[in-house]
Structure formats: C-alpha cells, structure tokens
C-alpha cells in the first residue's frame, strides 16, 4: 500500500481538531512531540481509503509561523523537519482574514498544501460570499470548502490529498525596496523562508543586522512588523478580488450571545451559575453509576475472600489482596463515573466557545487585583490537571507574569482531588447541598489564588499587568464525538493513573500499615502509625487530628487520588464501607475542613517537578510549596475554628 503524510496546520479554534476526529475517528493515538516537554499533544492516526494509508498528524494550533511560542517552534520544526506529503490548513471561512496570514506563511515555507475553508455555514450566516475558484488561483493552491462536524466536502478533501499537491509557485511579493533585501539575505541563508526569519528575529550574520537596521530606518518600524503590515495588504487584495459581502441582516448569532453572556452585570453571575450546574449534574447523574461500580467491588472482594480461604492462603495475602488492592484501587476507581461527566461537561464548555468568554468575564476582576485576564486560562485548564496548566502560563509575555501565574494556578481544583469531595460530600451533605458544597470549594480556590495573586504582586512580583487580548472565536454545537473522545482520553489518564501510580503506593500503604510483623493491620504499633501519629497533631486545630488523615495527606503528595485509596487501604474497606468508618471520625465540618486542605495544599510531585521546570528555580519552588501548605493550613484553620465559632461543630 502507499502511504501519504497528512499534516492538520491552521488557527486555533478553526475547527482544525474536530476536522482530525471526523477523518481518524477513535483510531487515534496521543503522544508528546518528540524532545519536548508535555506541554503539546502529538495526536496522530490512520484511514486507509482505496489503496493508500493517510497517516494524519494534527499540528498545534498557530496563529503564525514565526517560531516565537513552543506551538509555532513544534509546528516549523515539523514542518521543515520531517517534511509530510501534504499539509492541510484548515481555515475559518468567517475570519479569512486572520486565518490568511498563516497560509502564506506556509506558501513561503514551500510545503504542498491544501486551503481548506470550514465553517462556511457561519460565513453564509454572515453574508460572506467566497469565489473558491479564484481564491485558488491567486494562492496557486487548491482550495476545498468543508464541514469539519460532518461529512461536507470530505471526499473532495481526500480525493485532494490522494492527487498530491505541489507547493504553490505563487508567493507573496513585497514592495521593492523590502524584496530586495529578502534576495540579498536570501544569498547568505539558503533559503527564502530562513531570510525572511533571520529579518524579522535578528541573525549573528553582520550582513542581516546591517540590513534590519536599515529597514527600520526606512520604514520607521521593527521588521517584524514591516512584514506583518505588508503580507496583511497582500491579503485585503486576495480578499477585494474573492470575497463578496452580502446583507447579512445584523449581528451575528455569536455577537447577539454576548451581549448578554460577557455583560459587565451578567457575565459573572451566569458563570457561576453555570458551574453550580455542572457540579449539581455530576452528582446527580453520577450517583447510581458510582453505587453499581462500587457493589462490583463490594463482590469481587467477597469473592477474594472466599476464594483465598479455600485454599487457606496465608492471611497476609488475604489482607494485601482485598484491604490493599481491591480496598485501595477499588474505593478511587469507583469516581470513574463522576471523572467522566466532569470532563465531557468541561469539553462541552469548551467547545462551545464559552470558556474564552470566561476569561473574558474574569479580565475584568483579574486586573483589578493587577493580574492578567490570559492568566485565567491556564487557571481553567488547572480544572483538569495542573501540570499541563503551569506550562500554559508560557503563553504569558513577560517573566513576572508568567511566574505569578504558576505561583496560584495550583490553588485550582484539578481533577485529582475530585474523588476525595465526591467521597466525603457524599457522606457527609445530601440532595441540593452537594452541588452546593462542590461548587464552594472550586470557588474558594479561585477566590484563594487571586488574593494570593495580589499579595504576590504587592511583593515578590511589583509591576503593571500588560493589555489583555483574546480571539473570542463563534459558539459552535460541539460534537457528540469530539466530546466523547476529549472525555474518553482524560479518563483514559485517570485509570493509567489508578494502574501506574495508585496501585503501587496502596501497596506500598499495606507494606507499611502490616511492618512490622505481628503488629495488627494499620495499629498505632505499625510503621505507617507512628508516621501518622507524629504528624497528626499538626492538623489537630484543623478538626481532623488523627493518623489515617494525616498519612492520607502525606500519600496525597503522590497523587491526589491517592488520599481516597489510602483510607481504602488503611480501613481495608471499599467505598461503602468507608462512608461507615469516616462517620465516626468525621464532622460535616471537619470533612469539610479537610476538603479545603487538600484542596489547597501543594500539588502532587509531578506537578512540583513542572513548576522547577518553568521557573528554573529551586528557590521558587521551595517558595510555592511552602506557601501552598501554609495557605492551606490558615484557610482550613478559620474555616474549622470559624464553624465551631458559629456553632457548626
């Protein structure tokens, strides 16, 4: 069989991801890119059609080319690097304009590539008219218009990439005086694209800085913006020629939304709302899923346990199989259900265009405490996980905001801690409450990170928050089958977690909680006791001052998932039997006092590991997570001491 390479480039938010689902499907795998970190997800492939493999590699999402964010350096690299067949860049046929700028820059980069205009019913909506045919013709590629969320336009798609294109012979041409000096720095690099960088990023070649120099002498600007300006003209022409605007009939549906879901006096308040629901879904939906789950463990332990007795198996095996294994894993695993609706409902936001709105909304609040309103969005990421959340603080222009952003995005709830609320919120609180309780936590950790912000600011971190600029792309109905994937791969992430991490420190718990030998299971006696009991003091005034808490706590710094499997383990029960065992010694406000904790306290090591990654600081490190923990202590200390105060206890 032949095989041809298919590389996905385009903007953010154009539809490029969804175009990627609808041609592999669920036969896809995710990956890292090759010599990077985590930040970026390698998403790759395969359909076969007639007699030909299309091995189709999604690229980051890019506004430019100009190698200046680790998503345009990943793209290049690829690009010129590993040279695919065919490069696909999808468009939004509303935005022509923005999306343009990177199909040029692939024209000059000299890749066989593909136009392809999605999201046409969107330009209809708007008037817009597109002569595809001409369009082609002046960018001297071929040009397809699709739907990404259905079938539109996809076989003439794949007929397109079977026929091999080759790269346009139509580039852009600057004015005289700026094509003169791309030729002259052209001689000295090799290439046209690599004069064209070297121009607008600066060269050790002597000759090239002489020649920036002169251009912003003659312009009056940097290079950088010279090109900018003119590949922008060259665009309104291509569009003069392509594009016909009709009546559209007044704003868009888009611009209508917003009006009312940005608004300075309801933007907030419907997001609040919105996440109130979330949480009241996962809970109520969730529910009977999570009891069925559970009682298949509640069997598969009995069964264990009759099973080993039959054949009298020593009854250090029988603890370690059903309190250490099936009792740990077992009492984390049985969230799945909860885990899953959380994401799809989150995937849902977020393809639907509301949670750049969010940031939006939360600019407003962010800048008056002189934070960022971009630093929400690796805040709204830190829903998920806060490892690739602090590396999206790369996005961030300036140093000083790039490390305040790191210092308070772990105060967010990731989804980690999720099982330790849905287990305690569960015992302790009943009907309309649980909603309410999850939701309080998510927004105290908000609430908690941006006053850490500001004190940050007023200290370690003096000086002015830069404008804040975000592309509000369209709300679109996000697929059944993007959501469900995007659910299914976090989910996916949960359960290796429960394999690779869970599984051995629960064990690692039953070794600890059995030594020495002789002593009974989990006792004060066993080593993991006098651990716990050393430390429990500690958390005394927190209303939760006993060892299984405090070595929960401990074990969290693993994997916040942990902290469920470690009561599993250290009671040698499941999740029914654990709503018994944590009654006793549990308040509802002491359940939720240790709720805040975990909550705020350090992140686990991974995440620890990326925040010396980013900063490259041992000593900003040290700093966040001594500042989580005492932040963590302070706030759970009010709120316990608080409720006693107020009668609560």
């Given at each position: 069989?032949?095989?041809?390479t298919?590389?996905?480039?385009?903007?953010?938010?154009?539809?490029?991801?969804?175009?990627?689902?609808?041609?592999?499907?669920?036969?896809?795998?995710?990956?890292n890119?090759?010599?990077?970190?985590?930040?970026v997800?390698?998403?790759?492939?395969?359909i076969?059609?007639?007699?030909?493999?299309?091995?189709?590699?999604?690229?980051?999402?890019?506004?430019?080319?100009?190698?200046?964010?680790?998503?345009?350096?990943?793209?290049?690299?690829?690009?010129?690097?590993?040279?695919?067949?065919?490069?696909?860049?999808?468009?939004?046929?509303?935005?022509?304009?923005?999306?343009?700028?990177?199909?040029?820059?692939?024209?000059?980069?000299?890749?066989?590539?593909?136009?392809?205009?999605?999201?046409?019913?969107?330009?209809?909506?708007?008037?817009?008219?597109?002569n595809?045919?001409?369009?082609?013709?002046?960018l001297?590629?071929?040009?397809?218009?699709?739907?990404?969320?259905?079938?539109?336009g996809?076989?003439?798609?794949?007929?397109?990439i079977?026929?091999?294109?080759?790269?346009?012979?139509?580039?852009?041409?600057?004015?005289?005086e700026?094509?003169?000096?791309?030729r002259?720095?052209?001689?000295?690099?090799?290439?046209?694209?690599?004069?064209?960088?070297?121009?607008?990023?600066?060269?050790?070649?002597p000759?090239?800085?002489?020649?920036?120099?002169?251009?912003?002498?003659?312009?009056?600007?940097?290079?950088?913006?010279?090109?900018?300006?003119?590949?922008?003209?060259?665009?309104?022409?291509?569009?003069?020629?392509?594009?016909?605007?009709?009546?559209?009939?007044?704003?868009?549906?888009?611009?209508?939304?917003?009006?009312?879901?940005?608004?300075?006096?309801?933007?907030?308040?419907?997001?609040?709302?919105?996440?109130?629901?979330?949480?009241?879904?996962?809970?109520t939906?969730?529910?009977?899923i999570?009891?069925?789950?559970?009682?298949?463990?509640?069997?598969?332990?009995?069964?264990?346990?009759?099973?080993?007795a039959?054949?009298?198996?020593?009854?250090w095996?029988?603890?370690?199989?059903?309190?250490?294994?099936?009792?740990?894993?077992?009492?984390?695993?049985?969230?799945?259900?909860?885990?899953?609706?959380?994401?799809?409902?989150?995937?849902?936001?977020?393809?639907?265009?509301?949670?750049?709105?969010?940031?939006?909304?939360?600019d407003?609040?962010?800048?008056?405490?002189?934070?960022?309103?971009?630093?929400?969005?690796?805040?709204?990421?830190?829903?998920?996980?806060?490892?690739?959340?602090?590396?999206?603080?790369?996005?961030?222009?300036?140093?000083?905001?790039?490390?305040?952003?790191?210092?308070?995005?772990?105060?967010?709830?990731?989804?980690?801690?999720?099982?330790?609320?849905?287990?305690?919120?569960?015992?302790?609180?009943?009907?309309?409450?649980?909603?309410?309780?999850?939701?309080?936590?998510?927004?105290?950790?908000?609430?908690?990170?941006?006053?850490?912000?500001?004190?940050?600011?007023?200290?370690?971190?003096?000086?002015?928050?830069?404008?804040?600029?975000?592309?509000?792309?369209?709300?679109?109905?996000?697929?059944?089958?993007?959501?469900?994937?995007?659910?299914?791969?976090?989910?996916?992430?949960?359960?290796?977690?429960?394999?690779?991490?869970?599984?051995?420190?629960?064990?690692?718990?039953?070794?600890?909680?059995?030594?020495?030998?002789?002593?009974?299971?989990?006792?004060?006696?066993?080593?993991?006791?006098?651990a716990?009991?050393?430390v429990?003091?500690?958390?005394?005034?927190?209303?939760?001052?006993?060892?299984?808490?405090?070595?929960a706590?401990?074990?969290?710094?693993?994997?916040?998932?942990?902290?469920?499997?470690?009561?599993?383990?250290?009671?040698?029960?499941?999740?029914?039997?654990?709503?018994?065992?944590?009654?006793?010694?549990?308040?509802?406000?002491?359940a939720?006092?240790?709720?805040?904790?975990?909550?705020?306290?350090?992140?686990?090591l991974?995440?620890?590991?990326?925040?010396?990654?980013?900063?490259?600081?041992?000593?900003?490190?040290?700093?966040?997570?001594?500042?989580?923990?005492?932040?963590?202590?302070?706030?759970?200390?009010?709120?316990?001491?608080?409720?006693?105060?107020?009668?609560?206890?």
């Amino acid at each position: 069989m032949k095989k041809i390479t298919v590389a996905l480039a385009g903007n953010p938010n154009c539809g490029k991801t969804t175009l990627f689902n609808n041609l592999t499907g669920m036969r896809h795998h995710v990956g890292n890119w090759p010599g990077k970190t985590v930040t970026v997800e390698r998403k790759e492939g395969k359909i076969v059609y007639d007699d030909t493999i299309l091995e189709i590699v999604d690229l980051p999402g890019t506004y430019s080319l100009s190698g200046r964010s680790l998503e345009e350096e990943i793209a290049v690299e690829y690009l010129l690097n590993e040279k695919p067949d065919v490069v696909v860049n999808i468009a939004d046929a509303a935005h022509l304009e923005r999306n343009l700028y990177v199909t040029l820059q692939l024209i000059e980069l000299g890749v066989p590539m593909i136009l392809v205009l999605n999201m046409n019913r969107y330009a209809d909506a708007e008037g817009i008219v597109i002569n595809t045919n001409l369009l082609s013709e002046m960018l001297g590629i071929p040009v397809v218009q699709i739907e990404a969320i259905d079938e539109t336009g996809k076989d003439g798609l794949i007929r397109e990439i079977l026929a091999r294109p080759d790269p346009s012979r139509k580039s852009i041409r600057y004015d005289h005086e700026l094509e003169e000096h791309v030729r002259q720095a052209a001689a000295i690099t090799g290439s046209r694209w690599s004069a064209i960088q070297a121009l607008i990023h600066g060269s050790e070649e002597p000759e090239i800085e002489s020649v920036r120099t002169h251009l912003a002498g003659i312009y009056g600007v940097q290079s950088g913006e010279i090109f900018a300006d003119q590949r922008y003209g060259f665009i309104a022409g291509i569009l003069h020629e392509s594009v016909d605007h009709m009546e559209a009939g007044g704003k868009n549906q888009s611009e209508r939304i917003d009006r009312i879901v940005t608004s300075r006096w309801f933007g907030f308040p419907i997001f609040l709302a919105v996440m109130y629901l979330i949480f009241q879904i996962v809970f109520t939906v969730g529910a009977p899923i999570m009891d069925l789950i559970d009682e298949g463990f509640g069997l598969l332990a009995g069964f264990a346990s009759a099973g080993l007795a039959e054949i009298a198996a020593p009854d250090w095996v029988a603890s370690l199989i059903c309190d250490g294994i099936i009792g740990g894993v077992g009492s984390v695993v049985v969230f799945l259900p909860n885990i899953f609706l959380l994401f799809m409902l989150l995937a849902i936001l977020e393809d639907s265009g509301y949670l750049a709105r969010v940031a939006v909304i939360m600019d407003r609040v962010m800048h008056k405490l002189g934070l960022h309103g971009k630093s929400f969005i690796p805040m709204i990421l830190g829903f998920g996980c806060s490892v690739p959340a602090i590396m999206a603080a790369r996005t961030l222009g300036t140093k000083r905001e790039r490390f305040l952003t790191i210092m308070i995005t772990p105060f967010m709830s990731c989804g980690a801690r999720l099982p330790v609320y849905l287990l305690l919120v569960g015992i302790f609180f009943a009907g309309w409450s649980q909603g309410l309780v999850m939701f309080s936590l998510y927004l105290l950790g908000i609430l908690v990170a941006l006053i850490c912000g500001l004190l940050l600011r007023k200290t370690l971190f003096k000086g002015e928050s830069s404008a804040f600029v975000l592309e509000m792309p369209p709300y679109r109905l996000p697929t059944v089958k993007g959501v469900l994937i995007h659910a299914g791969e976090r989910s996916s992430e949960f359960l290796r977690k429960a394999g690779v991490i869970i599984f051995p420190a629960v064990l690692l718990m039953w070794l600890l909680a059995s030594l020495p030998f002789g002593v009974e299971y989990a006792s004060p006696e066993s080593l993991i006791g006098i651990a716990g009991s050393t430390v429990a003091p500690v958390f005394a005034p927190l209303g939760f001052g006993f060892a299984e808490a405090a070595i929960a706590i401990l074990m969290g710094l693993v994997a916040k998932e942990v902290v469920v499997g470690a009561f599993g383990t250290l009671y040698g029960v499941g999740e029914e039997g654990l709503s018994d065992v944590l009654m006793n010694v549990f308040t509802p406000l002491s359940a939720y006092s240790f709720m805040v904790f975990i909550l705020l306290y350090m992140p686990c090591l991974a995440a620890m590991f990326t925040i010396k990654q980013e900063t490259r600081s041992w000593k900003m490190t040290g700093l966040a997570a001594f500042g989580m923990c005492a932040v963590a202590w302070v706030v759970s200390f009010v709120v316990y001491q608080g409720g006693v105060l107020l009668g609560f206890a």
